[in-house]
């Protein structure tokens, strides 16, 4: 299958320390391909740098074999690119509705010209918004502000904002983070139903979900990848073992 991501040698210094340390990395169209590692493994630090937040101090990003390293955060949307945060980000008084509605046409142009076609498309965009929060099961929540949702709901809502940008690739930063056990359940499920039409990279701490979901996963162990595979493999992996029993 294609690669639809390639990170070759990524490395990122803070001074003396190494955060991340050349990691390389492939993910195949249309799977779920986790990251996990024990916590000060790198993960997240790994994750902004592909997503555009910090600037790598080596290595490089290649997304459909286009070099986007260093990349700001704000134009990979507009690529085909779309990461759900570790914190949850809505606009709180906004209606679940408009919360989407917005997404969808702040990723619908790329330029002037585009933004007025998107203008005069809004029954397009309208019937796009309930679709994806039809998609994340918050129908019966469409037109209640966001203020107002549970906090597993404003998860899901955070995913319906995050595939307002029509990507293919989502990055997915722990994304049961904090959700009780039914929560968590209902999140598991989306996600794995978001893997029919996206590809997923993913970081989770749930080694469950991980277990579950995943056709492939990377282990970090302080910043460097120690072990790549299947869920059957890495679960067998003593170095995967001793990294984590190692940080008990």
């Known amino acids: 299958m294609n690669k639809i991501l390639k990170i070759q040698n990524l490395t990122k210094n803070f001074g003396s320390i190494s955060a991340v340390s050349n990691v390389n990395l492939e993910v195949e169209e249309g799977t779920?391909?986790?990251?996990?590692?024990?916590?000060?493994?790198?993960?997240?630090?790994?994750?902004?740098?592909?997503?555009g937040v910090i600037p790598p101090s080596n290595g490089s990003v290649y997304y459909k074999d286009k070099d986007i390293t260093g990349f700001?955060?704000?134009?990979l949307p507009h690529m085909g690119i779309a990461k759900c945060f570790q914190?949850?980000?809505v606009f709180p008084k906004l209606?679940?509705?408009?919360?989407?509605?917005?997404?969808?046409?702040?990723?619908?142009?790329?330029?002037?010209?585009?933004l007025f076609k998107s203008m005069n498309d809004f029954e397009t965009i309208d019937k796009d918004t309930e679709?994806?929060?039809?998609?994340?099961?918050?129908?019966?929540?469409?037109?209640?502000?966001?203020?107002?949702?549970?906090?597993?709901?404003?998860?899901?809502l955070e995913m319906a904002i995050t595939l307002g940008a029509k990507p293919d690739l989502l990055?997915?930063?722990?994304?049961?983070?904090?959700?009780?056990?039914?929560?968590?359940?209902?999140?598991?499920?989306?996600?794995?139903?978001?893997?029919?039409?996206?590809t997923i990279l993913l970081i989770?701490?749930?080694?469950?979900?991980?277990?579950?979901?995943?056709?492939?996963?990377?282990?970090?162990?302080?910043?460097e990848k120690i072990?790549?595979?299947?869920?059957?493999?890495?679960?067998?992996?003593?170095?995967?073992?001793d990294a984590y029993l190692g940080r008990k």
């Not at 700001?72 to 134009?75: N, P, Q, R, T």
């Not at 679709?131 to 899901?156: C, F, T, Y």
């Not at 072990?227 to 073992?241: D, H, L």
């Open 131 to 156: 679709n994806i929060i039809s998609d994340v099961g918050l129908s019966h929540k469409i037109d209640d502000k966001a203020e107002e949702l549970s906090h597993g709901q404003q998860r899901m």
């Open 204 to 223: 989770e701490h749930k080694m469950h979900i991980v277990m579950e979901i995943s056709k492939i996963i990377t282990v970090l162990n302080f910043g």
């Open 32 to 51: 779920i391909h986790s990251v996990i590692g024990p916590n000060g493994a790198g993960k997240s630090t790994f994750f902004n740098m592909i997503s």
């Open 87 to 89: 914190i949850t980000n």
């Open 72 to 75: 700001e955060s704000f134009k």
């Open 95 to 114: 209606t679940v509705r408009e919360n989407v509605w917005a997404s969808i046409f702040s990723c619908s142009h790329k330029s002037k010209v585009d």
């Open 227 to 241: 072990e790549e595979g299947t869920p059957n493999q890495i679960k067998n992996s003593k170095k995967v073992q």
């Open 171 to 198: 990055l997915l930063d722990e994304p049961t983070q904090g959700l009780a056990p039914e929560a968590t359940v209902e999140m598991t499920e989306l996600i794995r139903k978001l893997s029919k039409n996206y």
